[in-house]
């Protein structure tokens, strides 16, 4: 379980998050929207260690997160998958699964067999170049190498951002196979309502740094949707 307390973070003199309080359960699926700019990716950011926060306390699992370098963070069993995806284009499909190896500075080399299980398209395509892929298998490509490391939690990044609807469909059967079938906790950050219905179980939403909402997805009403999200 992920936890944080009144997390403060600056750019500057731009103060980006604050104090923001979150919780993400145990094998279930966060859903943590609000439009654009409003500190989100700051927030990922921060719990994987990439941005550190000026005041706050995070716990992942009884880990003070505060106390631990951004790949004993991954090793914790913390992973991510960055909004735009970002794999390497020249790289094979193979040869970008495995880059997830070096998150958590471990050695270990051999994909584990639920990767390909997931994601049978990539086997497929495992010689292929990243950039060959559809805007949907490159977002595939980027959760199977945050999966090589055996997450415990999974921090996802606007997903379906520039997808097709139809493989939007597919990254959210996706989601809730992670999070209901194979008790991964969910962080998922994104904006889509329908997408979040589809997938989440609890919901929390950001305005201006602060989270100014959240409950289970049955408590979202209509005034917090027109209120804070894209219409
Ligand atoms: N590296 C950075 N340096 C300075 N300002 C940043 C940086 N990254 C994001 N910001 C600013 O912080 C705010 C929150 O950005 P971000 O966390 O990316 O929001 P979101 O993911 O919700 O769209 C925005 O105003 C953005 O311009
Ligand atoms: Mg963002």
């Known amino acids: 379980m992920l936890v944080t307390n009144q997390l403060d973070h600056y750019y500057g003199q731009s103060h980006c998050l604050r104090g923001v309080d979150l919780e993400v359960a145990k094998a279930s699926c966060t859903c943590l929207m609000g439009r654009n700019g409003v500190g989100k990716t700051t927030f990922a950011k921060c719990v994987i260690g990439l941005e550190t926060p000026k005041n706050g306390e995070m716990f992942y699992d009884g880990y003070d997160l505060f106390k631990l370098s951004v790949e004993k963070r991954a090793?914790?069993?913390?992973?991510?998958?960055?909004?735009?995806?970002?794999?390497?284009?020249?790289?094979?499909?193979?040869?970008?699964?495995?880059?997830?190896?070096?998150?958590?500075?471990?050695?270990?080399?051999?994909?584990?067999?639920?990767?390909?299980?997931?994601?049978?398209?990539?086997?497929?395509?495992?010689?292929?170049?990243?950039?060959?892929?559809?805007?949907?298998?490159?977002?595939?490509?980027?959760?199977?190498?945050?999966?090589?490391?055996?997450?415990?939690?999974?921090?996802?990044?606007?997903?379906?951002?520039?997808?097709?609807?139809?493989?939007?469909?597919?990254?959210?059967?996706?989601i809730k196979m992670l999070s209901h079938e194979m008790a991964i906790s969910v962080l998922l950050i994104e904006q889509k309502l329908p997408f979040i219905r589809k997938v989440a179980d609890c919901f929390a939403i950001m305005d201006r740094g602060s989270i100014v909402a959240n409950g289970r997805m049955d408590e979202l009403n209509e005034d917090h949707v027109s209120e804070y999200l894209v219409a």
């Open 75 to 174: 090793a914790a069993g913390i992973g991510y998958v960055p909004q735009g995806r970002q794999i390497f284009p020249l790289l094979t499909v193979e040869e970008n699964i495995r880059t997830g190896f070096f998150a958590s500075g471990h050695g270990r080399s051999s994909i584990p067999d639920e990767v390909y299980e997931l994601f049978p398209v990539l086997l497929e395509m495992k010689n292929r170049r990243g950039g060959d892929l559809s805007g949907g298998q490159q977002q595939q490509l980027a959760i199977a190498r945050a999966l090589v490391l055996k997450p415990t939690m999974l921090i996802l990044d606007e997903p379906a951002e520039g997808i097709q609807p139809n493989v939007v469909q597919e990254i959210a059967e996706v």
